[in-house]
Structure formats: C-alpha cells, structure tokens
C-alpha cells in the first residue's frame, strides 16, 4: 500500500505565505491588494449640514441666554403676566433649537464631527432644558408671598402716616388731599428686581401720571440711606418712604416676617387713593414679580375716580 503524500518540508516559503494569507484574512486586511490602492475613504465633508447644526445651537443659546438675562428689565416678556408665556414660549423654541442641532449633528457622516457637533448640541440641550426648568420652578413657585390678609380694601380709609422719604422730608396722608389721587406703591425693597423695574417705569411715565392727576409714592421698610442710593441708580423723584417701624405697613397687613434674624420686608400692593383718603382701588397678587403696567394703572385710574 501506498503512503499518503504530505507536504514537503524542504519548502517553507509556501507554508510561510500561506500562514500570511490566513492570518491577513482574520484580521480583514486584504494581503493581495495592490499598496497604492486606498483601503479606506473618508465621507464627504457636509458643510452645509455642519454649519446648520451649529447655527441651530448658536440659535438656541442665545434665545436662552436672552430670557433668562433681559426678562428681570423686559415688559414684553412677560414681567407684568401672572403667568410669563412669552419668557416661555422663548424657552421651548431654545430648547428645540438645540434638538435639532443634535439631531442634524447625528446624521453628519463624519465620525469625528458627528461625535464634536452632536456632543455639543446633546449638552446645549441638557443646559438649556435643566436651566430653563429652574426658570419655570422660579418664577412659578420660587417669587410666591407668603399667605397674609390685606386689611384695607376699597372703600377704607388709607391709614394716616408721617414718614420721610429719601431725602429726610417728611410726607403725611394729610398731604394727599391737595392732589386729584395718589398712587400708594408698597414695595418689597431695593434687592427686589421686581420693584425696581415698577419703580423705574413710573418714573419713566410720570408725566402721564401728572396729566392724569395721580401723585405717586413709595414705601418700603428701607432705611432712608438705601432709599437714597436707589433713587440714585434709578433717577427718580417719586418719594421713597421709610416705615421701618410699620406704621403703615402693620394695619394694612403687608409685612413678611423671617425667622431668620433678617429684618422683615413689605409685601407688594398698590393703592389708589382719592383726596379724601378713601382708597379707591387695590391690587395684590400671590406673586411679588407680578406689578401693574403703568398704562393698566392709568386706566384703573380713571375708572376708580369716575364721580
């Protein structure tokens, strides 16, 4: 009988190659093909698609950076709503802006500008949604007075007082009868945004309020050297009065108490008062960011004071 053939160890050249062959073959790399021949070609560019991802994340920090910068000094914002959709809405259209910038960043070709762009786009959108969901918790919960009783309402006598403002002159209810009507506005103090921007928009109209007859003033618990300085920042002349000692602001029920240690601060409100000191109209409202315009003062005004 015949032995079988095996391979012939005097050639290990062809051993050699085969094992070569094997081996490039599990490791996917085709041994036979040509040096010059590239093995590997990067995907197109895409920089339209690039630089549309990138605007749409450019489009959506800056809507957020916007609202959350400006709405503290921007009526049209929302400042003056209970609720503030405008600052809202603006928001939401951010936060889809950096959506889509993630979502064209996810369909760019380019691994490596897929992995830099949509990166980005996913933590804008984390940002914006985390930030923008604190805005919301803030100004919905975060700006609410604490639960009081308002002991004067139309048709009360305004309580007499005699207070100095900013300046060290002294103001009394007596005062108010030599004008058509005056608008009594408490405020919480100068750390409050709220009240300095109501301040800075009466003082902004306060022609109109003259036209319409209406003296306007200002109390807080302010120390009169703190008024002073907010007169300054703000450049107003409407007296800021000093009721320190609550005077005023005990019988109308407009004191915020902190157990804290930290002195007690107004609760926000406005009055209409006639020149007899009969208060005529009143506003309050669960939330201290929430302030009057002066155009929805002057016409709660003249509805007020009709004979």
Known sequence: MSEPEHASPD??????????????????????????????????????????SLCALAAGGTLYGYVVLNFWSSAWLGIHQRIPYPAYVMLAAALISAMTGFRMGLSIWSPHAKLGIAGLCFLASVAIGIGGGHFVSYTIRGTRNPPFTLKVGPGDRFPDFALADQNGAIHRASGMRSNAATLVMVYRGDFCPFARFELEELTRRAQDFRRAGLAVIAVSTDPPERSKRLAAFL??????????????????????????????????????????GVVRWVFTSPFYREQPAPDALLKAAAQALQP
Do not use: C, K, M, Y
């Open 11 to 52: 050639r290990p050249d062809e051993v050699a190659a085969d094992t070569t062959v094997a081996e490039a073959a599990v490791d996917g790399i085709d041994e036979t093909a040509s040096p010059d021949e590239d093995q590997w070609t990067p995907p197109p560019a895409q920089p339209l698609r690039t630089l549309l």
């Open 235 to 276: 450049h107003t002349d409407i007296p800021l009065l000093n009721d320190s000692h609550e005077s005023i602001l005990g019988p109308l029920g407009l004191i915020q108490s902190h157990r804290n240690g930290q002195p007690n601060n107004a609760i926000p409100a406005l009055f209409i008062i006639d020149r007899n």
